[in-house]
């Protein structure tokens, strides 16, 4: 046989037995284990209150409400829900997923260059937006007193890499809790000891930064300020 | 900047060295067909897959025999992962791997992901959960992200055994050296990696997507897969192509700060072992040394400027009032694009480890790094893969430098250069010059073709354009000069903004190519992968069994500081003056103002 034709009848079931090997029995091995020995975080660290559904542990969410029209019809842009802060619940970093924000069903970059003067914009368009929140909407008193432009803490403004980021950082939460204690009636160190228990420090204690998890965070604001963690496995 | 910033740069490197090195005595013993302790587990397997390929194992082969099954091995890979990707929703495929029904990209896309997967760069056209089925991400995709990462490594191996043979013009079994590598050093390492990310949160299932409902009343869809196999080789082969979109960026492939330190490792264990093996192979371990202190010193380099760049924060941010410094509670620095839970140090760490590999994975957004922060990337690009570099390919381009090295030293001193006692000739010489060159100039050649044409401009993404310069401003050149540069270095990390895929709306539908961008990157691929790796077969065919003469009092030391001077200098001399001119219009002008455009 000549050396080429034998290569192509090697180099054919090699494909193919590689194929089975690599691309079905090893990702639906791992897959088993992983079914078996940490279902939890296999199935992507559901959150479920009262057996509904509400979330990834791991995946950011929009916590904003549904901005309706005069008709009362839920106003959209270009297929995507457009919504408004909730001001009872922490917000979450801007996200540039498509489709509206944390599209989790379609992560992406917001692409914005370092010298361009639209990202300068969208920064400046979610400081407003952040400085806004701060403002009680009846008396336009702060909540927190004396927040300025330069106070305000990057990952409030910046949109995350994924656009699924789950987690804000301590300075943005504590800035947050201020609002969340008085809308709420809650006092401020009751939310600042909420933020602490749902910080996730770095790994291995030095590799990353802190952040809080904002999920959990709201959802225990929902259960009342005793409540358990979310139930899905919290790890550190 | 903090503490722990620069505390994981240096744990990092600690860690990795003191991995790579027992790795190295492993994998040398691999390739000299020695017993390893894992050979009464693998030794059937493999004796059983020499028998169903056909193959004599024992057989040698000379470069060309040695090149030519690896070339059309590389070709039965091309068109079977090309009917893979063209027929996900055909009737055959099962729905539970197609849970959402998704249809095939169009012709031109899915040539660019072949070509892409085929040769470990990964770079994606397309975005993952929107545009592939479970059955396309495992049987085609992940199949080759263990294949090109083996194919590179034979090569380095095939490499090493010329430079040292001293008799023969064998430079071992295609074969052989592909089952050796998936059995004995890809597998079990990644059936480890795959558990440990697993255990982390890196889902692996084949739920169809999740919908829920929002504490505030919204919905909320999430992509699911069987994503922790995956994961694990597509660090380890440094292949790089996410499962989703925003790649290691996603919790889903990169849920924490461990694992984002774990990954990084990952990416550089064995490109870093291959150079230990590579000394030990030669009999002289020191060789090895000094081309990992060389690697390492260019690498700590890199990363110590964009840590710096990325703390600093960027002029957009500056402009419009925010304060970048570190805070109680946060970070700051330039957080546009990034994530919270990596940081700056771990966000500037993770660019330059996929960057300098040919990992192309990211867990930021490449192009909202700074201008200088951005440079980085684009440096290690321009370095040609050679700082650790991909599996295999960083050892044998790195080799090529050397050989060059040699040659410049030996003109310096005016002696006949000599390598490890064989004496270089002019075949050689001028075998490396080329094998370095091709992929500079294919890199070169594109962005002029992208830069010049209408049917270029169409990928430049509408927020690189400015209202002032439209299409011509610095972040559009870089954006698209970083695509061709990096698909000519099979790296895939992107500007990302630049496209060959629209995809109006989320999900699988109305989505079509631009064919000038899909199918020009497609070449740019294959060409700037398969043009070096038989010049550097072709090298080691011609220094296989040159005969060894021992070394004098003039012969010029290739494992001492003064070698590693050298080394630095050659591929700084050869990447700037090729690249100098175009990095310039591009990251350094933004780098060098605060002006917004």
């Known amino acids: 046989m000549k050396p080429w034709l034998r290569d192509t009848i090697t180099s054919i079931i090699a494909v193919i037995v590689f194929a089975i090997l690599l691309g079905l029995v090893y990702p639906l091995a791992i897959t088993g284990i992983s079914q078996v020995a940490f279902p939890g975080d296999a199935n992507g660290q559901k959150v479920y209150v009262n057996g509904k559904l509400v979330g990834s542990k791991i995946i950011g969410q929009n916590f904003g409400t549904p901005v309706r029209e005069k008709n009362g019809k839920v106003k959209e842009v270009k297929g995507a829900v457009v919504t408004e802060p909730d001001p009872l619940y922490f917000q979450s970093r801007p996200s540039a997923t498509e489709g509206g924000a944390y599209n989790a069903s379609a992560s992406t970059f917001s692409n914005k260059g370092p010298n361009s003067v639209k990202t300068k914009e969208a920064d400046e368009e979610n400081i407003k937006a952040y400085l806004e929140l701060n403002k009680n909407p009846a008396t336009k008193a702060e909540y927190d007193p004396g927040l300025t432009v330069a106070k305000i803490p990057v990952d409030a403004v910046n949109t995350s890499a994924s656009g699924l980021d789950p987690e804000i950082s301590k300075a943005n939460a504590w800035i947050q809790a201020y609002r969340i204690a008085a809308v709420r009636h809650l006092s401020l160190s009751t939310v600042d000891g909420l933020i602490a228990k749902y910080t996730s420090g770095r790994g291995l204690g030095f590799s990353g930064e802190e952040g809080v998890n904002v999920l959990e965070l709201n959802l225990a604001l929902d259960r009342g300020h005793t409540a358990q963690s979310a139930g899905s496995g919290a790890k550190s | 900047m903090t503490f722990a910033g620069w505390f994981t740069i240096v744990a990092f490197v600690l860690v990795l060295s003191a991995l790579a090195f027992p790795l190295s005595a492993y994998m040398a013993r691999v390739y000299t067909g020695e017993r390893v302790f894992l050979s009464p587990i693998f030794g059937g397997p493999e004796r059983f897959l020499y028998r169903i390929l056909r193959v004599d194992a024992e057989r040698q082969q000379d470069w060309k025999a040695y090149a030519k099954s690896l070339i059309i091995f590389s070709l039965a ?327 060059l090295a040699v040659f410049i030293g030996g003109l310096m001193v005016g002696r006949t250069p000599e390598w490890l006692g064989k004496k270089l000739e002019a075949k050689e010489i001028k075998l490396a010059g080329l094998g370095i060159l091709i992929t500079p100039l294919a890199a070169l050649f594109c962005t002029a073709l992208a830069v010049a044409s209408k049917a270029g401009r169409a990928s430049i993404s509408e927020v690189a354009t400015s209202a002032k310069l439209g299409v011509h401003t610095p972040q559009a050149f870089s954006e698209t000069f970083y695509a061709y540069l990096s698909q000519a270095n099979n790296n895939g990390s992107a500007f990302a903004g630049y496209t060959g895929l629209i995809q109006p709306n989320a999900g699988n539908l109305g989505a079509h190519g631009i064919t000038f961008a899909d199918v020009l990157g497609g070449f740019d691929m294959v060409f700037a992968r398969y043009a070096p790796i038989l010049f550097a077969l072709a090298v080691a065919g011609a220094l296989a069994g040159k005969r060894i003469t021992p070394a004098g009092l003039g012969t010029m030391r290739t494992d001492n500081g003064t070698f590693v001077v050298l080394l630095i200098g050659v591929i700084i001399l050869v990447g700037a003056l090729t690249f100098f001119p175009a990095l310039l219009l591009g990251p350094i002008v933004q780098g060098l103002t605060g002006h917004l455009y």
Not at chain 2, 82 to 93: E, G, K, N, S
Not at chain 2, 199 to 212: D, P
Not at chain 2, 221 to 241: D, F, H, R, S, Y
Request: proline share 3%.
């Open chain 2, 77 to 403: 890979g091309w068109i079977f992962l090309y009917i893979v990707l063209r027929t996900q929703d055909a009737f055959f495929v099962p729905h539970s791997l197609n849970p959402l029904g998704y249809h095939s990209a169009p012709a031109n896309v899915t040539f660019n992901t072949v070509s892409s997967f085929l040769t470990n760069t990964n770079w994606q056209y397309y975005s993952g959960e929107t545009t592939m089925t479970y059955l396309s991400q495992m049987i085609g995709l992940t199949v080759q992200n263990w294949l090109s990462a083996g194919v590179g490594i034979v090569v380095a191996v095939a490499l090493v055994r010329g430079i040292i043979s001293r008799s023969g013009k064998g430079l071992g079994n295609f074969w052989q050296d592909m089952v050796r590598t998936i059995l004995y050093v890809l597998a079990p390492l990644s059936i480890l990696i795959a558990i440990v990310l697993a255990s982390q949160g890196v889902i692996a299932n084949i739920s169809s997507y999740l919908t829920v409902h929002t504490i505030t009343g919204l919905e909320q869809k999430i992509a699911m897969g069987p994503v922790a196999g995956q994961e694990a080789i597509k660090m380890l082969g440094t292949n790089g192509g996410g499962f989703f979109n925003t790649n290691s960026a996603h919790p889903f492939e990169n849920p924490n700060g461990f694992t984002n330190f774990f990954e990084m490792l990952v990416v550089l264990l064995i490109p870093a072992a291959l150079i230990f093996m590579y000394g030990r192979m030669t009999g002289n371990r020191r060789q090895g040394y000094a081309i990992y202190a060389t690697v390492m010193i260019m690498f700590l380099g890199a990363v110590v400027v964009a840590y710096i760049a990325e703390a600093h924060g960027s002029p957009a941010q500056h402009a419009a009032g925010l304060h970048t410094g570190v805070i109680s509670g946060s970070g700051g620095g330039n957080l546009e694009g990034k994530e919270q839970r990596f940081g700056i140090a771990g966000s500037a760490l993770f660019d330059v480890v996929t960057t300098v590999t040919s990992c192309g994975a990211v867990n930021s957004a490449l192009e909202s790094f700074t201008g200088i922060g951005g440079a980085v990337p684009f440096a290690n690009l321009s370095a040609s893969e050679v700082i650790f570099g991909g599996v295999g390919t960083g050892l044998y381009s790195i080799l090529l430098y050397v050989l």
